[in-house]
């Protein structure tokens, strides 16, 4: 190979690996935060529980906008359609409120790492 060949080569070769390389960190940065912010949802508690007494109560933390049927956590962002689906989650963490202590603690890390509070 000559000199004018292999520099040719290299010029070619600088430019496909620069084509084929591009990479965006911005982008790249909010598909990352969407993602954290879907897993955020999952292991959200959904409200917040109280004590009344000897008792433990669970206020949920779901709202319904005005002109909606749909339900709004306030806390993580998540769209729950019915009423049914809100009372089955309620249910299941007054059953076991040692699981939301604990998903309380890994919410409260995450949105942390998130900036969300």
Same mark, same amino acid.
């Given at each position: 190979?000559?000199? =004018?060949?292999? =520099? ?21 940065? %909010? ?31 779901? %709202? ?26 309620? %249910?299941?963490? =007054?059953?076991?409120? %040692? ?19």
């Amino acid at each position: 190979m000559t000199f =004018l060949e292999i =520099l040719i080569l290299i010029i070619v070769g600088a430019f496909a690996i620069r084509f084929s390389f591009k990479f965006d960190m911005n982008q790249f940065l %909010e598909s990352r935060r969407k993602i954290k912010m879907e897993q955020l949802k999952n292991i959200c508690p959904h409200g917040h529980m109280d004590m009344e007494g000897n008792k433990i109560s669970f206020q949920s933390s779901f %709202e319904s906008p005005a002109g909606t049927t749909r339900y709004i956590c306030n806390q993580c962002g998540l769209i729950v359609n019915s009423d049914h689906q809100i009372n089955r989650m309620n %249910e299941n963490i =007054l059953k076991n409120p %040692e699981s939301f202590i604990e998903r309380k603690k890994k919410f409260v890390k995450k949105a942390k790492k998130l900036k969300l509070c």
